[in-house]
């Protein structure tokens, strides 16, 4: 994080509630308690090295509720249940994930001092009546991420240029994606379609997954030569 760059023994930890959270708040403090209270369940062994690794984060940052109901013959989205939270009057910005649970019910990333409100505010989901019971982020059903590596040769290092190869999408249809907001890099919403990546910067597409921007190196001819990983 750049704005901590200058300032000695301090760092950010980024909380999600699991490894591949979109939404996540970020703690800062003592570079010794922030990257030795983080627990990462990527099994990589080596969270503080790789800007994926987000797990549960800083111990207390998140909670996790379970929605419970009848849902096999109803068909609700995420929305519906994202709906319903925020119709309890909770911000969004209090909400993480919402990961559903198919047929069952989802599982809502919450700030701790709403999940008791929650538990008492949220009696249904799109005209079904619901249950919310806390859970620790530990036992969190989230599916692991699929992980697929591939090069790209490009002329620049243009976020619609590289970013749209990695997606398998054209440059367009990426740029529409920036303009509706769906695109972030290093989590925060892209404004520019013409922002340069480098190596270690993380791209995530809402419903498309993410990836991350490897090797970057120049060909004979003057191009870029980009290795991605790509987390889907």
């Known amino acids: 994080m750049p704005i901590l760059s200058n300032m000695a023994d301090v760092s950010a930890a980024l909380s999600g509630g699991y490894f591949q959270a979109e939404r996540c708040r970020v703690s800062v403090g003592p570079t010794e308690l922030m990257t030795a209270e983080g627990v990462n369940l990527d099994g990589s062994g080596d969270a503080t090295d790789d800007a994926l690794a987000l797990a549960a984060g800083y111990p207390g940052a998140v909670a996790a509720v379970r929605v419970s109901g009848p849902f096999k013959h ?3 989205s995420h929305g519906d249940f994202l709906g319903a939270v925020l119709g309890t009057g909770i911000t969004r910005d209090k909400v993480g994930d919402v990961i559903l649970l198919e047929g069952e019910g989802a599982q809502v990333i919450i700030s701790p001092d709403l999940q008791d409100f929650l538990l008492s505010s949220l009696t249904a989901v799109h005209r079904v009546a619901v249950s919310v019971q806390p ?3 530990s036992d969190l059903k989230v599916s692991p991420p699929r992980i697929e590596t591939l090069r790209t040769v490009e002329a620049s290092l243009r976020l619609d240029a590289v970013a749209s190869a990695a997606f398998r999408l054209s440059r367009s249809k990426f740029t529409d994606l920036i303009a509706k907001g769906d695109v972030r890099v290093n989590w925060r919403e892209a404004a520019k ?4 990546l480098k190596s270690g910067d993380v791209v995530s597409v809402r419903g498309k997954g993410r990836c991350k921007i490897g090797e970057v190196t120049t060909t004979k001819k003057g191009r870029y030569a980009v290795e991605l990983t790509r987390y889907v």
């Open 74 to 76: 109803s068909q609700v």
């Open 193 to 196: 379609s013409g922002v340069a």
């Open 135 to 137: 859970i620790p982020l």
